[in-house]
């Protein structure tokens, strides 16, 4: 995978079965988008880490957190920005035209869910997204 080219260890926390009455192909745009943004900013021999677990109330609460560098804390609402990027973004030698998280701010958005950023334990930005569960 990509991931193992750069040296960067994978971990997963995933439940057995997930059943998400969401549009399968935007989730997939999602979860492409969320791992590209991992993979573009996370130095080689990082981390990176996804969970998905389910709450009592059937929400579905997705967790993606990477490795330094991070971003300063005060830029973390505005990464969902159509076009905005972090100066210096945490990789200096990769471009990108800073849509891939508004992006994903949108398809969460358009499956009445929510999405922010913050700080990761693992030193990088964790990304967390809830979806509902049920969809009639």
């Known amino acids: ?21 969401q549009d399968p192909v935007r989730l997939r745009q999602l979860l492409d988008n969320l791992f590209q943004n991992s ?14 677990s389910q709450l009592k109330d059937s929400t579905w609460l997705l967790t993606v957190d990477d490795s330094a560098p991070g971003v300063p804390e005060g830029t973390l609402p ?32 358009a499956h009445g869910g929510a999405i922010h950023a913050e700080l990761s334990p693992l030193g990088g930005v964790r990304i967390q997204i809830s979806l509902p569960g049920d969809v009639q």
């Open 78 to 109: 505005k990464l969902f920005d159509h076009l905005y990027r972090v100066e210096n973004s945490r990789n200096g030698r990769t471009g990108g035209a800073g849509l891939g998280l508004a992006i994903c701010q949108r398809i969460v958005e």
């Open 1 to 21: 995978s990509a991931f193992s080219q750069r040296g960067i260890t994978f971990h997963t926390t995933l439940p057995e079965q997930a059943l998400l009455q």
């Open 39 to 52: 993979l573009k900013y996370t130095a080689e021999g990082g981390e990176f880490a996804i969970s998905l």
